[in-house]
């Protein structure tokens, strides 16, 4: 009797230790993370925000803004966002990572695509596929 007791003791302890040591090793750091995400997303959303809303006021001459986007990369740890704008003659647009404030990628060409030489054509595909590869995954 006195030995089954011991033993039952021994595998308590052993449970509790296995157990602190989950939410210590595991559990903690990961809660951790998907609230250190979870707040740096947020944080974009707003610079995001904020920023479509200093460039409305900043250029007034742009006859129309494209939609923007924003979203946080865990990847690049950057705070991506795309916009644009269109005016008579041109179309713009650039994806910059707000954290940096440095541009990313970007075009400029003449709103008429009949005009553009095959170095702009070249120019909207590369942005348009760098812009995919950074916002959409």
């Not at 993370?33 to 979870?38: E, G, S, V």
């Not at 006021?57 to 740890?77: A, G, I």
């Not at 003659?89 to 954290?99: A, R």
Request: aromatic share 14%; proline share 2%.
């Amino acid at each position: 009797m006195n030995r089954i007791m011991r033993w039952t003791i021994i595998a308590a302890i052993f449970m509790v230790s296995l157990s602190v040591c989950y939410f210590l090793i595991i559990y903690l750091p990961q809660n951790n993370r998907n609230k250190l995400q979870a707040s740096q997303v947020e944080n974009c959303t707003e610079m995001g925000i904020k920023a479509f809303q200093d460039e409305q006021k900043l250029n007034s001459s742009v006859s129309e803004y494209l939609n923007p986007q924003y979203k946080y990369s865990s990847k690049f740890h950057a705070c991506l966002y795309k916009s644009g704008f269109i005016n008579t003659i041109l179309k713009s647009e650039y994806v910059i990572d707000l954290y940096t404030n440095k541009e990313i990628t970007s075009y400029m060409l003449p709103i008429d695509q009949s005009k553009w030489t095959q170095e702009q054509s070249q120019s909207y595909l590369d942005f348009n596929s760098k812009s995919i590869e950074l916002l959409e995954r």
